[in-house]
Every structure is written in C-alpha cells, then in structure tokens.
C-alpha cells in the first residue's frame, strides 16, 4: 500500500511548482488507497512523516551546520543576508527556486479529508485516533504559518482537491489575517482533540500545550505585525493586533496554569544534550541515532562552524546587577575577551566561548579554548565564537563529538517571554504577570527580577525606528537573551518592523587588539574604535523596507494563476 505522505516517500514527487505542474499531477487518490486510514495506527503511520518538516540539524557532508539565527544582526556566517544588506533582491522566475509550494498543505488536506475513515477499536483507541487527528490540524497550520511569514496574504485552501478543481485550482490570496484565523481555528482543534504532554506514552511527539505554545506564537506574531506595520504596505487595515495580542496571552498563560512544564535549573546545559525526555522544560524536540540510521553525512553543530555572534548580541546582556552595562559598575571590559564576561548576565558565558572554556574532554584529558583560530577556515569572523549547543565530550563511537546532540523544537521559556511580551504590547502587564513570566527566567540565572516603574533607562536601547516604552524595551531584550540562536530572529525583526537596528550600518564583531583574538593575524578592517568589521567589503546594509519584509511570488505562478497580486514593491 502506497502512503503519499513524507514517511513513505520523496515529497518531491508530489511538489506543487505551479498551476501547469498541479494539472499534469496524478491525483494522490490514485496512487494512495482511501481505505489506508482505517486506524489509529495508519493515522499515526502518516502523520509521522510530517515530523520531518520540523526544525532540526541538518544531514549536511561539508562538516558542520550553521548557528540558528545566523545571518541576522545577532550572528553572522561567511556572507552577509541578501535581504537584510539589500545585496542582492531578485523575483525568482520559478517556484522551484522559492519557498512557494503547496506540497506539505496538499498533503496534510489529503489526511484530514481521510480522517472520518478511522475506526477506533477500544476507548483507549479511540484517544489515539484523536491524537493523530489533532497532530493533522496542527501540521496544516505550520505549514500555513512558514507560508505567512514569507508571503503575508495566502489563498487559503480548507480540503484537499484535484486538478478539476479551478475555482480552487486559481484562487486569489486572502488577507492575511484570515489566513491567521484560518491557523487558529486549525490549533484550536489540534487543541481538542490532543492529549496532555504526560498523558502521551511516547516522546517527543507534538502535545496539547506544544499547540497551545504554537497558537501563542502565531498569535503574537500577527499581533506585533499588525500593530508595527500599521499604515504602510503590509498593514491590515482597521487593526491594531490587539486581538491576536490577547489570544496570545491566554494561550500562553492556559500552559503556564497547567502546571506541566517548569524550568530545568541550569540555563547552560539545555543545549547540548543527548535525550531530553526527562527535562521538564523542553515540550518538543528531535532525537539522533546517527549510527542507527548508517548515515556518515548527519553532521550537527562541530566547531568551528563558520559562525559567529556580533557585538551587538553580546552588548544584549546586562550587567549581574540588573542594570544596563553603560551605568553599571560592575561590568568587565567589552574591549577584553578575558573579561567580558565577568560582571554580566550569566547567560552570556552560555552564549560565548572566552579563554579557558572548555573544548574537548577525551579520555580524562580537557583541552580548553584559548583565541579564535584565523588560520582554520572553518573559523567564524566575529571573534565571538559560540558555547551554545558545544558538547564537549569525545565520543569514541563518533571518533569525534557525538551526532547525537537534541534539537529543542519548543520549550517553556518561549511560553513566559510570549506572555510577558503580549501583555506589555496591550498595556495591561502588571507586576504579578512579571513575576510569574520573565522574572522567573532571571531568577533561574541568578539575575535580579524587572520591578515596574523602576526600570533604569539604558542609553543604549536598540533604535527601532520608535519609542517603546521601558517595560518593552526590557521584555524585548529578555527575548533577545533568552532565546539567542534558537531561530526565533528573523520572525522578530520581521514583525516588529525592525529594520532601523540594521539599515544605513553593518554588523560589528569583537574587539581586536585585546591580547586574544589578535593572538593569530587577520586581515579584516577595524572601526573606528577598533572592532571587527567582517563585512566592510560589502558596504553598509541598505534594506528596503517598501518590501523586503515579504518575499516575492515567483513570476510563473503570477503568469499561471492571474488572480494572484504580487507582493508591495515587487510589481
């Protein structure tokens, strides 16, 4: 029996580039028998292989996988973004050179068209069968979700249909609001219809509170877009993101009242673990068996990788005492790699590897990190090289560091930061809602909580183009700290209409006549106050904001679908 979903074969096949390739395409009737999804266990079958969609490290042969959140203004690979810079912004001519595709909503519309077919043989089945079912509804608005935040407006497209479908076939794109709408009636179902994280007797699979996260976060997305990018192109008229803001917090607030999930105690271990079912933060990850699965190119994070933070991600952290480094007099040196650290908000020893964190241990023997090695080319060209993800212990089975490492997909952090942030944005956030949200991550730290209206003023706040006021200043940089390189970047830049932070300048890396990282020569130009500009031959970014902040349809699909309109600036 044939299963069009990715569990059994290459989505690929089934790739929908455009309205001429969807005509010629077999429909998926044909080469998957209806009477497959009789059950709970060919629901679970096929809801399986949308799991491989998530984020994860990637089966990479060159050695190494980039830092999330790299090529945005917190970390840097070898070139700088072509959207952020400006460098280079081109309508694709295909969809096969875009991230316009309908494959995986195709796929996920088959199922839930399919779902009424199960039967379930037992109550306790029957639990099951509404699990899957739940898992369907969730991965469809997912997939809706990467879709939004490339191309706003979406032809929204609520069954599965074939190629003698026109209306549907030539649709127009919907507001993007109703395509969030859309989304969030989707999880609200998903919802539902799942079980609770302990209910569920195998992990890591998707639970009620991971939907529950995921409508805070496409909620508080929408929300701040609506609200920043009120009045221009990519504005939705008649809306100030107000309502989206407020299902983002009670959805996030319904996971912080179920008591399931909790902080694991020490920030600096999340990241480089192999196994996190035990973890009572993580609420949805992806597990490795690189030698099970006999696969010589899964690489994840080796170091070095070609990456680096900036200097504006490190300036991020305050200092120990809660206060801003600028005014504060217990920070160390920003100019001295030895000291950076000292006096600061612990996570930035998480972050960044300074003299003496440790590299490898083997064997009994620990070898520490002593200065960025300009002379590997693998070597990242900020200075600012990352303790992130870096597990340091040899694993013989590997000859080299384990495979194996986990990849956090959700965890509860993001819950309180997205309820903190939705508060603040509507007005309404007290010191109760502090002290149960973000104050909680800076005591896990050991870092002194927020007290509203004593918030001291940095005079280094990000320039955003705007005012905000303190309370979101300070929510905003928790964010920034808290889930630095964890992908989350771009999405922010992105709805909080950000591009004041990066236009008109370029990314800065670590001081470099501090003893370290001009231990080994490097010839990359300084500014003026003797920071590494790792791409001054680039130029200063010049992002266009009249419409970089969607992506382009590709032009085949405006020429085969007419009712489709371009996205603002790309006429």
């Given at each position: 029996m ?5 569990l ?9 580039t455009?309205?001429e390739?969807?005509?010629?395409k077999i429909?998926l009737d044909?080469?998957s ?5 009789q059950n709970?266990?060919?629901l679970?079958?096929a809801v399986?292989g ?5 984020p994860?490290?990637a089966s990479?042969?060159v050695g190494?996988?980039?830092l999330p ?7 840097l690979?070898e070139?700088p973004?072509n ?8 309508v694709p001519?295909?969809a096969t050179?875009s991230?316009?595709s309908?494959?995986e909503v195709?796929e996920?519309?088959?199922?839930i068209?399919?779902?009424?077919q ?5 109550e306790?089945d ?7 079912s739940g898992?369907?509804?969730?991965f469809r608005?997912?997939?809706y979700f990467n879709?939004?935040?490339s191309?706003?407006?979406?032809p929204?497209?609520p ?14 794109r919907?507001?993007r ?6 989304m969030?009636s ?9 079980q609770?994280?302990p ?9 009620k509170?991971a ?11 929408e929300?701040?877009?609506e ?5 221009t192109d990519?504005g ?5 993101g107000?309502t989206?803001?407020?299902i ?6 319904a996971?912080?009242n179920?008591g ?5 105690d020490?920030?600096?271990t999340?990241f480089n673990?192999v196994g996190?079912?035990d973890n009572?933060?993580?609420?949805l990850?992806?597990d490795y068996?690189?030698?099970?699965f006999?696969?010589?190119?899964v690489i994840q994070i080796s170091?070095?990788n070609?990456c680096?933070?900036?200097k504006?991600?490190v300036?991020?952290?305050l200092?120990a005492?809660g206060?801003?480094?600028a ?6 040196s920003?100019t001295?790699?030895n000291?950076i650290?000292i006096g600061r908000?612990?996570?930035?020893a998480?972050?960044?590897?300074v003299p003496?964190?440790?590299v ?9 990190w002593?200065?960025p090695d300009w ?5 990242g ?6 303790q992130k993800?870096?597990n340091?212990?040899?694993d013989a089975?590997?000859?080299n ?5 986990s990849?956090?997909i959700m965890?509860y952090a993001?819950v309180l ?8 944005e509507?007005g309404?956030?007290t010191?109760s809602?502090l002290?149960?949200s973000?104050?909680l ?5 050991g870092?002194?909580?927020i007290?509203?209206g004593a918030?001291t ?5 990000p320039n ?8 979101i200043?300070e929510?905003?940089?928790?964010r920034?700290v808290?889930l630095?390189a964890e ?7 992105n709805?909080w209409?950000?591009h004041?932070?990066i236009?008109?300048?370029q990314p800065?890396?670590?001081f470099y006549?501090d ?23 680039f130029?200063?970014?010049?992002f266009?904001e009249?419409r ?7 032009l085949?699909q405006l ?7 371009q996205?603002?600036g790309?006429e």
């Open positions: 044939k299963n069009i979903l990715k059994l074969i290459l989505s690929s096949i089934f790739s929908l455009s309205c390739d969807f005509l010629e429909p044909t080469v028998e209806a009477s497959f999804y709970s266990s060919d679970q079958a399986n949308f799991y491989n969609d998530l994860g490290w990479t042969g190494f996988n980039t959140d790299s090529n945005t203004d917190m970390g690979t070139n973004s959207r952020l810079s400006g460098l280079s912004l081109e001519s295909a050179n991230i316009w309908w494959d195709r996920a519309n088959w199922l068209d399919h779902l009424d199960a039967v379930a043989s037992s306790g029957q639990i099951l069968v509404d699990q899957y898992e369907a509804y969730f608005a997912y997939y879709l939004l935040n191309y706003g407006d979406l929204i497209y069954e599965y249909f074939d190629n003698t479908d026109t209306e549907l076939l030539y649709k127009a919907d507001p609001n109703e395509v969030v709408d859309f969030l989707d999880l609200d179902t998903a919802i539902s219809l799942m609770s994280y209910e569920i007797s195998s992990h890591p699979r998707i639970s509170e939907a529950q996260l995921f409508k805070a976060r496409v909620a508080l997305y929300g701040t877009w609200k920043y990018h009120s009045g990519f939705v008229a008649g809306s100030d107000s989206y803001l407020q983002a917090a009670n959805a996030a607030e996971v912080m179920s399931v999930f909790s902080l694991h020490d920030y600096s999340l673990q996190l079912s009572t933060e993580v609420m990850w992806r068996d690189a030698i099970q006999s696969n010589d190119n170091w070095p070609r680096g933070y900036t504006f991600a300036d991020s952290y200092a005492d206060l801003p480094t005014v504060s007099t217990l920070d160390g920003s001295d790699l000291t650290e908000d612990p996570r930035l998480a972050l960044i590897m003496g964190d440790e490898e241990i083997r064997d009994g023997v620990t070898s520490v002593e200065f002379t590997d080319a693998n070597t060209n900020t200075g600012y090289e990352s993800y870096r340091v212990n040899y089975a590997f000859s560091f384990t495979l194996n490492t990849r956090i965890r993001e930061l997205i309820f903190a942030e939705a508060k603040a509507l309404s956030i010191q809602d002290d149960k973000v104050n991550l800076r005591t896990r730290v870092m002194p909580g007290t509203l918030i003023t940095d005079p280094n706040w955003y183009g705007y005012t905000l006021t303190s309370i200043y929510v905003r940089r928790e920034s808290e630095m992908g989350f970047r771009t999405d922010d830049l709805r209409r950000a004041a932070l236009d008109g300048d800065r890396g670590a006549n003893g370290v990282v001009n231990t080994l020569p490097l010839a990359t130009p300084l500014d003026a106050e003797g920071f590494l500009l790792p791409f001054s031959n130029g200063n970014y010049n266009d009249s970089a902040y969607l992506s382009p349809i590709p085949d020429q085969l679908n007419p009712n489709l309109i996205n603002p790309w």
